[in-house]
């Protein structure tokens, strides 16, 4: 079935620094989301993508919907200790209906101070 | 506003015990979903609801069931719980349409369960 290779695994930076992360498939999707998990916490939506090639900014977050609607990247800019958590992208199949929302197995951010 | 809530919390139960996990949603969603989280996993869907009264598997049911009587709230239950599902628990709300307004869910903060 449609699966999500979300990676890097985990990242370690410094405060200050910027953060890339990305989500691929082989599989084509309509929609692309990242969202943020904060430790002890439920996820939180970050950013939606509907189109392919969409470029979408939410302060110092920037997401991208893959021209070839199999991949899609998360960059952090600046980031602050409050950034730590698990970033996790999601994806709906094209025409698909409830239910096909797959996850990816997540990054975990740490930055030091 | 409280979202989305689900009770317990934390839960530690023997093999072979059951429970029933309690999630209340208060935004008048139509859809509800469980979801388990593990080391490395990510999140997996067990089942959800499109509306009252109605459910359907997700990627990994066995050994869940869930019940919609009421719009607001999905409760998922284990008949006879295994130290496999030991995880930690979300539950998950959105409007109409696919997966909601193009994917956006509402999650619970999460039931921490442990299987002994």
């Known amino acids: 079935g449609q699966q999500l290779n979300q990676s890097p695994q985990s990242m370690f930076i410094q405060e200050g620094e910027d953060v890339s992360m990305n989500c691929t498939s082989s599989?084509?999707?309509?929609?692309w989301l990242w969202y943020k998990q904060d430790p002890g916490e439920g996820p939180v939506l970050l950013i939606a993508?509907?189109?392919?090639?969409e470029l979408t900014s939410n302060g110092r977050l920037t997401a991208q919907f893959g021209i070839t609607r199999k991949d899609s990247f998360l960059n952090i800019s600046a980031s602050i200790p409050s950034d730590v958590g698990i970033y996790f992208c999601?994806?709906?199949?094209?025409?698909?209906?409830?239910?096909?929302?797959?996850f990816g197995k997540g990054t975990k951010l740490s930055v030091k101070p | 506003n409280a979202g989305v809530t689900q009770t317990p919390k934390f839960r530690v139960l023997k093999t072979g015990q059951s429970m029933t996990l309690l999630c209340a949603q208060d935004?008048?969603?139509?859809?509800m979903y469980w979801y388990r989280q593990d080391p490395g996993m990510g999140l997996r869907l067990i089942h959800y609801s499109v509306g009252e009264g109605t459910t359907a598997k997700g990627e990994v049911p066995d050994g869940y069931n869930v019940s919609r009587l009421k719009k607001q709230n999905f409760l998922l239950g284990l008949e006879s719980a295994a130290p496999s599902q030991t995880s930690v628990y979300f539950c998950a709300s959105s409007y109409s349409g696919l997966a909601g307004v193009h994917g956006e869910l509402f999650f619970g903060e999460g039931s921490r369960l442990t299987v002994l």
């Open positions: 999601a994806a709906l199949y094209k025409g698909g209906s409830q239910g096909n929302l797959i």
């Open positions: 935004m008048n969603h139509e859809y």
């Open positions: 599989s084509i999707f309509n929609t």
């Open positions: 993508l509907y189109k392919a090639g």
